[in-house]
């Protein structure tokens, strides 16, 4: 049973270009989330999408974006990149009403 | 907002021994859940136990067993019979039952010593 994948597991980008990283969710699982985990510290959430929309926001700038796909897949988008973007960026999968995640690895981001 | 405060950044254990760690939170819900998640250095979060707030019994998942005092809002996470295997970043997190997201607290580095 493949759990969530994530794609790539690493990049190294430059301060103000745009990033696209991937998530396909686990198999069965319709809703897909986004966190954001800088350097020691707990992850953050970012954004969740359902049925193509997007359900929950967190605290982040519309320099973020997401869209999800009809197989459920997602992507998450971050424009103008900062430094302070550099982060491990965290895919969970879950079913509605399931208060269980699965988590990807995650995709490392480091912006120079 | 919901806020999730974990005092221990690292603790350690000789292995076999048993070692708790701390997490707080604060929340205005009634209904809401606990989990305690483990991220080991290749990054993936692995959900290690769960509770839901409206059950008094505490959750146990073989080595792993919470002590959850609502009214305090304290959800410390129990480890017995530590195995090198459970060295990682422990991380305390809360959802509120009509929410989508998780808020997780700072997490703490436990190291087995053999």
């Known amino acids: 049973d493949a759990g969530v994948t994530q794609s790539p597991t690493h990049l190294i980008k430059t301060r103000g270009q745009q990033v696209t990283l991937r998530c396909s969710p686990k198999?069965?699982?319709?809703?897909v989330s986004w966190y954001q985990q800088a350097l020691g510290q707990g992850p953050q959430f970012i954004f969740q999408?359902?049925?193509?929309?997007?359900?929950q926001r967190g605290n982040f700038p519309d320099r973020f974006s997401g869209h999800q796909f009809p197989n459920y897949s997602s992507e998450l988008n971050v424009n103008a990149l900062l430094l302070g973007d550099s982060a491990l960026y965290l895919c969970?999968?879950?079913?509605?009403?399931?208060?269980?995640?699965?988590f990807g690895s995650g995709t490392r981001l480091t912006v120079v | 907002a919901q806020t999730v405060t974990q005092s221990q950044p690292e603790m350690s254990v000789q292995e076999a021994e048993t070692v708790t760690l701390s997490c707080t939170y604060d929340?205005?819900?009634?209904?809401?859940?606990l989990f305690w998640y483990k991220q080991p250095p290749s990054r993936q979060m692995i959900l290690v136990i769960r509770?839901?707030?409206?059950?008094?019994q505490n959750a146990t998942e073989n080595r792993f067993s919470v002590n959850f005092q609502k009214a305090a809002k304290s959800f410390s996470l129990k480890i017995s019979d530590s195995q090198l295997g459970d060295a990682a970043m422990y991380f305390c997190?809360?959802?509120?039952?009509?929410?989508?997201?998780?808020?997780f607290g700072q997490g703490t580095r436990l190291t087995i010593n053999p």
């Open positions: 969970a999968s879950s079913l509605p009403g399931i208060y269980g995640y699965t």
């Open positions: 198999s069965g699982h319709d809703t």
């Open positions: 999408y359902y049925e193509e929309e997007e359900r």
């Open positions: 929340t205005s819900e009634s209904d809401y859940y």
């Open positions: 509770q839901e707030a409206y059950k008094q």
């Open positions: 997190a809360h959802r509120g039952r009509g929410a989508q997201k998780l808020v």
